[in-house]
Each structure stands twice: as structure tokens, then as C-alpha cells.
């Protein structure tokens, strides 16, 4: 099971568990780039879907391929390689050459619409979402994002905190600027753009600001935007090919008046650079590899290209050959067990608001989880292989998703649909539809195995379902209804925030890696502690979720516990949920996701959550006093 094997038994599990349960995994993955599960999961999967499209190669997969005309034609632009030099990205050469014709406001909102209906998104994320007064109804979102500088509080944080990552980043912006406008003026273009960049992050509201759903729905037309914000917005929705007469939901107004302002007096000559550069930051991955015989890179590019086309084909045959069936039975008897722990214990908690307990169990209760693969997709047929490469051919697929996206504004609202397919690494809560989403691909170890012994299914997926479930009584989650409609929000303001401010000093406590303060100057090297405040509805969901689970844990163990290296069953639980979380990244990359992530870094998701169960440090013996047994402990719920 390799969970011994990632083990450093010289550390005491009572002064710091994270080392104890991820010391031998972190110290032969010195510079991974996510933690163990994430790290394990992406690979594995890759390498599944790849086994598949070998298989289709070869007329040896089954189910065959419903399109394989479309195939063997993508198949064959799998074999193109990238030129040398500029050449290389000569497909982006028609949208830079459109992008170039800007000449006014009216054409820039023209092509932002043509650009974002191609699924290549800047200065701000749009998407079909429920209907947050009414989730039977769908409407279109447009929400802060897609910005190549993660958001700050304020934009000095930049020059504070990020100051290495600030360099690199204008270079890349000046290369890539080199290379697709050729004009002397790049390199004040590159100063340009990282200045505008930083001004939008900094305006992007910190997620504790954000907890309000009522203050992020605002609906508006095409036409009232254009008299609000001075901007041709009706040229948008057009180029989108987004009806004229459809909803857009503001989700946060003062960022996009700052958006409008910033556009109204940044000269076209930076708006057009500053297009171009995001254009190659988000889609020059789309390109074809250099030519390097057995190139990673290449089969990387070649299976980017056919997922992006051929997804739902592949889907079909994904589920069938990976046991998806027996997979999403063993996973969802998990679920529902983590499910009734949780409403068990809210229906009988005294420490709660007799309503608010309630109320609580009724939200966990209405949950919807759609686990391991659509029961029924929409037939997806995918787009015709259109002339050119690798390039041409995503741009395309990605452009008939939108499409297809667009479309269902006239369809109703349906809990069941998927947005992820079956082999994609992730878990999400939404709360405007109340539901977990769960991919099959994390239906596999470190995570979950369909003969896992309940100590580790309930370790792993279980803390992982307890987690996204937990979510749904967070400070946001819990201002939604049942059903995801924006309802009154459920709140015990005198406990809830007492008991969310206790956790707020708990994580406090940690620190984040020293390498995130390498660039500060001494007058600000205190105090250098996790930004608790931005972490802490994460914190609150690691907690509850891991409670949760061990509370299904324990009333689901049959027979003996599992023997793993002489750990008991309590203690074989609290280890598979902690080394989900072994990693220990590059200290640039750290620093960089640690000014951008809302979650805790990964030792204090496992200290900081479990110092605060008293069923670990039963389960562990940890005395009084130790680290890992907090006095007194915080109860979120």
C-alpha cells in the first residue's frame, strides 16, 4: 500500500505528524510540484487516457471509437513538429493579425468577445452558470479572473512579496511580445502590461470578501452595461455569439468599472500588446512540440489535442475499461456514509442553535453528488478537423464548446450535468446547485481503491467528500438554500463567529515557508505567519471534513483494522488523510502559490486540522502540552 514507505518513524506523530506521516515520500520527492495525491493522480490518469488512444491507434480498443475518421485525422497532426524560432508560432499569426487591426474601443470589445468565445479569456471569466435567485434557469457569469498575476490585497504586495517572480514575468510578457509584434516598443509594452496586471489583481476582491452571494448577483443587460461602464458592450456579446437580450451576472461591479476605466485610458497601442501577450500566455501550449524523438512533450501535445476534440468519445471508453461502474458504487456507499455521519451529528448537537443545527443537516442532506461519470451526456459530436495543426483544431473545439455552453441558456437548470469529464483530477462543491462533483479519475489511489480498507477509503475519499459536503455550511455556502438558491443566510452569528475566530488564531500560528519572505525587506520580516483570514473557510472545510469522515470511519469498520507497520486503525485513518498532503515544492513555485492559494500550505492542512481532533491525539496517546494536541481544541461545529 506504500503508506509505510512514506513514513519517517525517527519523528514523534505527537510533536509534528506531518513529518511522521510524509518525511520518506518528501525526502525521495524533494521539488514535487503538488502534493503526493495530486502529484500521483494527474500522472496516472495521463498515462491511462494515453494507453487509450495507443489502443485506438492500434484498432485494439473496446468500445471503438464512435468517430474514427475524426480520429486517425488527428492522429496524423499528432506527427507535426514545432519549427525553430519564430516560425513556431506562426498558428497564432490570424488571431495577433486581428488583434492588430484594433483601431478603437468598438473593435477591441469585438475581438475580447471573438477571444473569449474561443475559450481564451481575458481580463475577466465568463461562463453558463444556475441562476442564482433561480437554479432551474441558467444565466452567464462574468467574474474577475484569467490574469496572469495572482491577486493581492494591495498592488505593493507585488513589489513586497513577488518581487523575483515580477522580473521573470516581464520578460517572459517581453519576449513573447518580441517574437509576435516585432516593433521597437516591447519592451515599454512588457512595463506596461505587468503595471495594468497588477492594478487588476490588486482590485480582485480577497475571498473573505466575497462571502455575501447576494452582493455577486447582479444582473444586467448588454445594453445597460454599455450606458454604466462607457463601454460598446453590445459588440461583445455579438462577437461571442452571446443573444443580445441575455442576462449577464456582474459578479463584481467595482472590478469591472475598474476594467472599464483602465480601458478607456490605456492607449490602444498596450491594449492591443496586452491581447497578444495573454493570447500566448494561455494558448501557446496548444502548439506542437519541437521534434525530440520519444519527446514527453510531444505525446503531451498529441493528447491534448484529441481530448480537447474527441472528450466525450474517449469518456465512453475511459469508464469501460477502468472499472468506472464498480468504481462509483464502492466510492458513492462512501459518500452516503460520510453523509448520514454528518446529518447524525448536527441533528444531535447540542453545541449549535437548535434551528441553525437543523437547518445545517437539511443543506447536507440535500446534497447532490454526481460521482465517477455522467449517467447520460448530450450527444457531442465532435467539430469537423479544420485545415492547419494542433493549433487550429483546439482553437476550434474549444470554440464549439462555448457554443455548446451558450446554448443550454435556453435549456433548464439540471443538478445531474457535468461540467468535468470522467478523466479529469478534481472535486468541487457548487452551491448554487447544492452538489459534489467527482471525476472517476480520483477514484484511484493514494485516494480511494475499490478494496481499500475502511480506514483508508475513509482517510482518503472520505475526507476528501467530508471536505467538499463541509462547504456547503461555510461562511458562503451557508447563504445558500437547499436547492442552491441565495436564500437568508443561516447563521448563528454569536457561535459561528466565535467559533470561526478561534480557528482564525489557530492557523495564525503556522508559518508559511521561509522562502515566501526571501524577498521582503527586514522592516517587514514580521510577522510571517498563514494569511488565516484569506484560508480560513478551507481550514473550516479540512476540519469538518476529516470529522466527519472518522465519525462514518467509525461506524463503518468491520472485523480486525487493517495492520499497516503496527498502526492501528484510528492511526492508519489520520495517516492516509495526511499524506494526501506530502509535498514540499520549489521555493519559487511556493512563494508563488502561496500568495495565490486560498488553501493552507500543506504541513499546516495536516498539523493545524489535526492538532484540533481529539480523536487523534487519542489515537495517537499525544500528552498534554504536545504540539499536536491543541488546549483548547477549536470545534467549528
Same mark, same amino acid.
Given at each position: 500500500? *506504500?503508506?509505510?514507505?512514506?513514513?519517517?518513524?525517527?519523528?514523534?506523530?505527537?510533536?509534528?505528524?506531518?513529518?511522521?506521516a510524509?518525511?520518506?515520500?518528501?525526502?525521495?520527492?524533494?521539488?514535487?510540484?503538488?502534493?503526493?495525491?495530486?502529484?500521483?493522480?494527474?500522472? *496516472?490518469?495521463?498515462?491511462?487516457?494515453?494507453?487509450?488512444?495507443?489502443?485506438?491507434?492500434?484498432?485494439?480498443?473496446?468500445?471503438?471509437?464512435?468517430?474514427?475518421?475524426?480520429?486517425?485525422?488527428?492522429?496524423?497532426?499528432?506527427?507535426?513538429?514545432s519549427?525553430?524560432?519564430?516560425?513556431?508560432?506562426?498558428?497564432m499569426?490570424?488571431?495577433?493579425?486581428?488583434?492588430?487591426?484594433?483601431?478603437?474601443?468598438?473593435?477591441?470589445?469585438?475581438?475580447?468577445?471573438?477571444?473569449?468565445?474561443s475559450g481564451?479569456?481575458?481580463?475577466?471569466?465568463?461562463?453558463?452558470?444556475?441562476?442564482?435567485r433561480?437554479?432551474t434557469?441558467?444565466?452567464?457569469?462574468?467574474?474577475?479572473?484569467?490574469?496572469?498575476?495572482?491577486?493581492?490585497?494591495t498592488?505593493?504586495?507585488?513589489?513586497?512579496?513577488?518581487?523575483?517572480?515580477?522580473?521573470?514575468?516581464?520578460?517572459s510578457?517581453?519576449r513573447?511580445?518580441?517574437?509576435?509584434?516585432?516593433?521597437s516598443?516591447?519592451?515599454?509594452?512588457?512595463d506596461?502590461?505587468?503595471?495594468?496586471?497588477?492594478l487588476?489583481?490588486?482590485?480582485?476582491?480577497?475571498?473573505?470578501?466575497?462571502?455575501?452571494?447576494?452582493?455577486?448577483?447582479?444582473?444586467?443587460?448588454?445594453?445597460?452595461?454599455?450606458?454604466?461602464?462607457?463601454?460598446?458592450?453590445?459588440s461583445?456579446?455579438?462577437?461571442?455569439?452571446?443573444?443580445?437580450?441575455?442576462?449577464?451576472?456582474?459578479?463584481?461591479?467595482?472590478?469591472?468599472?475598474?476594467?472599464?476605466?483602465?480601458?478607456?485610458?490605456?492607449?490602444?497601442?498596450?491594449?492591443?500588446?496586452?491581447?497578444?501577450?495573454?493570447?500566448? &500566455?494561455?494558448?501557446?501550449?496548444?502548439?506542437?512540440?519541437?521534434?525530440?524523438t520519444g519527446?514527453?512533450?510531444? &505525446?503531451?501535445?498529441?493528447?491534448?489535442?484529441?481530448?480537447?476534440?474527441?472528450?466525450?468519445d474517449?469518456? &465512453?471508453?475511459?469508464?469501460?475499461?477502468?472499472?468506472?461502474?464498480?468504481?462509483?458504487?464502492?466510492?458513492?456507499?462512501?459518500?452516503?456514509?460520510?453523509?448520514?455521519?454528518?446529518?447524525?451529528?448536527?441533528?444531535?448537537?447540542?453545541?449549535?442553535?437548535?434551528?441553525?443545527?437543523?437547518?445545517?443537516?437539511?443543506?447536507?442532506r440535500?446534497?447532490?453528488?454526481?460521482?465517477?461519470?455522467?449517467?447520460?451526456?448530450?450527444?457531442?459530436?465532435?467539430?469537423?478537423?479544420?485545415?492547419?495543426?494542433?493549433?487550429?483544431?483546439?482553437?476550434?473545439?474549444?470554440?464549439?464548446?462555448?457554443?455548446?455552453?451558450?446554448?443550454?441558456?435556453?435549456?433548464?437548470?439540471?443538478?445531474?450535468?457535468w461540467?468535468?469529464?470522467?478523466?479529469?483530477?478534481?472535486?468541487?462543491?457548487?452551491?448554487?446547485?447544492?452538489?459534489?462533483?467527482?471525476?472517476?479519475?480520483?477514484?484511484?489511489?493514494?485516494?480511494?481503491?475499490?478494496h481499500?480498507?475502511?480506514?483508508?477509503?475513509?482517510?482518503?475519499?472520505g475526507t476528501?467528500?467530508g471536505?467538499?459536503a463541509?462547504?456547503?455550511?461555510?461562511?458562503?455556502?451557508?447563504?445558500y438554500?437547499?436547492?442552491?438558491e441565495?436564500?437568508e443566510?443561516i447563521?448563528?452569528?454569536?457561535?459561528?463567529a466565535?467559533?470561526?475566530?478561534?480557528?482564525?488564531?489557530?492557523?495564525?500560528?503556522?508559518?508559511?515557508?521561509?522562502?515566501?519572505?526571501?524577498?521582503?525587506?527586514?522592516?517587514?520580516?514580521?510577522?510571517?505567519?498563514?494569511?488565516?483570514?484569506?484560508?480560513?473557510?478551507?481550514?473550516?472545510?479540512?476540519?469538518?471534513?476529516?470529522?466527519?469522515?472518522?465519525?462514518?470511519?467509525?461506524r463503518?469498520?468491520y472485523?480486525?483494522?487493517?495492520?499497516?507497520?503496527?498502526?492501528?486503525?484510528?492511526?492508519?485513518?489520520?495517516?492516509?488523510?495526511?499524506?494526501?498532503?506530502?509535498?514540499?515544492? *520549489?521555493?519559487?513555485?511556493?512563494?508563488?502559490?502561496?500568495v495565490?492559494?486560498?488553501?493552507a500550505?500543506?504541513?499546516?492542512?495536516?498539523?493545524?486540522?489535526?492538532?484540533?481532533?481529539?480523536?487523534?491525539?487519542?489515537?495517537?496517546?499525544?500528552?498534554?502540552?504536545?504540539?499536536?494536541?491543541?488546549?483548547?481544541?477549536c470545534?467549528?461545529?
Amino acid at each position: 500500500m *506504500h503508506v509505510s514507505t512514506a513514513m519517517d518513524r525517527s519523528a514523534d506523530p505527537c510533536d509534528d505528524f506531518y513529518q511522521f506521516a510524509c518525511g520518506g515520500w518528501i525526502s525521495r520527492n524533494p521539488n514535487a510540484q503538488a502534493p503526493r495525491a495530486f502529484v500521483t493522480l494527474p500522472a *496516472h490518469t495521463s498515462a491511462q487516457v494515453w494507453k487509450l488512444i495507443e489502443q485506438a491507434r492500434d484498432r485494439q480498443l473496446q468500445p471503438r471509437l464512435a468517430h474514427d475518421d475524426t480520429f486517425r485525422q488527428l492522429l496524423a497532426l499528432c506527427s507535426e513538429v514545432s519549427p525553430a524560432g519564430p516560425r513556431a508560432l506562426l498558428p497564432m499569426r490570424p488571431l495577433v493579425e486581428r488583434i492588430q487591426a484594433v483601431n478603437d474601443l468598438d473593435a477591441f470589445m469585438a475581438v475580447l468577445g471573438h477571444l473569449h468565445a474561443s475559450g481564451i479569456f481575458i481580463l475577466f471569466q465568463i461562463g453558463v452558470v444556475p441562476d442564482a435567485r433561480d437554479p432551474t434557469r441558467r444565466i452567464i457569469s462574468l467574474r474577475p479572473g484569467a490574469l496572469g498575476l495572482p491577486p493581492a490585497r494591495t498592488h505593493q504586495e507585488y513589489d513586497i512579496v513577488y518581487a523575483e517572480g515580477l522580473k521573470a514575468y516581464r520578460q517572459s510578457v517581453s519576449r513573447a511580445l518580441l517574437q509576435l509584434e516585432s516593433d521597437s516598443h516591447n519592451s515599454e509594452s512588457a512595463d506596461a502590461i505587468v503595471e495594468l496586471e497588477g492594478l487588476l489583481a490588486a482590485q480582485i476582491a480577497p475571498a473573505d470578501a466575497r462571502e455575501n452571494p447576494t452582493s455577486m448577483y447582479n444582473p444586467t443587460l448588454a445594453r445597460t452595461l454599455e450606458a454604466s461602464t462607457g463601454l460598446p458592450w453590445r459588440s461583445y456579446v455579438q462577437a461571442a455569439g452571446i443573444p443580445q437580450d441575455a442576462l449577464l451576472n456582474i459578479e463584481d461591479p467595482g472590478y469591472l468599472q475598474f476594467v472599464a476605466q483602465k480601458m478607456r485610458t490605456t492607449s490602444l497601442q498596450d491594449l492591443r500588446s496586452y491581447l497578444i501577450w495573454t493570447l500566448y &500566455r494561455q494558448t501557446n501550449s496548444w502548439l506542437p512540440a519541437p521534434r525530440i524523438t520519444g519527446s514527453t512533450a510531444q &505525446r503531451g501535445s498529441c493528447q491534448h489535442l484529441i481530448t480537447s476534440v474527441m472528450g466525450q468519445d474517449l469518456e &465512453r471508453s475511459y469508464v469501460e475499461q477502468y472499472n468506472g461502474r464498480e468504481k462509483v458504487e464502492a466510492a458513492t456507499a462512501v459518500w452516503s456514509r460520510v453523509r448520514d455521519a454528518f446529518v447524525e451529528y448536527l441533528e444531535s448537537s447540542d453545541g449549535l442553535e437548535r434551528g441553525v443545527a437543523m437547518a445545517f443537516a437539511d443543506k447536507i442532506r440535500s446534497i447532490h453528488a454526481v460521482i465517477g461519470y455522467p449517467g447520460q451526456r448530450p450527444e457531442e459530436p465532435p467539430p469537423e478537423v479544420v485545415p492547419g495543426g494542433m493549433y487550429e483544431n483546439i482553437l476550434a473545439a474549444r470554440r464549439q464548446k462555448f457554443g455548446q455552453s451558450i446554448r443550454t441558456l435556453a435549456e433548464p437548470g439540471d443538478r445531474s450535468h457535468w461540467g468535468a469529464r470522467s478523466f479529469t483530477v478534481a472535486a468541487a462543491y457548487g452551491p448554487q446547485m447544492n452538489r459534489i462533483e467527482l471525476p472517476l479519475a480520483v477514484l484511484q489511489p493514494p485516494l480511494f481503491k475499490v478494496h481499500y480498507p475502511p480506514e483508508m477509503s475513509f482517510g482518503g475519499l472520505g475526507t476528501v467528500v467530508g471536505h467538499e459536503a463541509a462547504h456547503s455550511i461555510d461562511p458562503q455556502g451557508r447563504c445558500y438554500g437547499p436547492n442552491g438558491e441565495i436564500g437568508e443566510s443561516i447563521r448563528d452569528w454569536t457561535s459561528m463567529a466565535r467559533r470561526e475566530e478561534c480557528l482564525t488564531t489557530a492557523f495564525a500560528q503556522f508559518e508559511r515557508s521561509p522562502s515566501y519572505y526571501s524577498t521582503l525587506t527586514a522592516s517587514m520580516m514580521d510577522p510571517v505567519a498563514v494569511d488565516s483570514v484569506k484560508t480560513k473557510d478551507e481550514n473550516f472545510a479540512d476540519i469538518v471534513g476529516v470529522a466527519m469522515a472518522y465519525r462514518a470511519y467509525e461506524r463503518s469498520a468491520y472485523g480486525p483494522p487493517e495492520q499497516v507497520g503496527g498502526l492501528s486503525g484510528a492511526q492508519l485513518f489520520f495517516l492516509s488523510y495526511a499524506q494526501l498532503w506530502c509535498g514540499e515544492s *520549489h521555493p519559487e513555485r511556493k512563494r508563488y502559490t502561496e500568495v495565490r492559494d486560498v488553501h493552507a500550505p500543506h504541513k499546516a492542512r495536516v498539523n493545524g486540522v489535526l492538532s484540533q481532533l481529539p480523536s487523534f491525539s487519542q489515537a495517537f496517546e499525544c500528552r498534554p502540552g504536545t504540539k499536536m494536541r491543541a488546549e483548547p481544541a477549536c470545534a467549528p461545529l
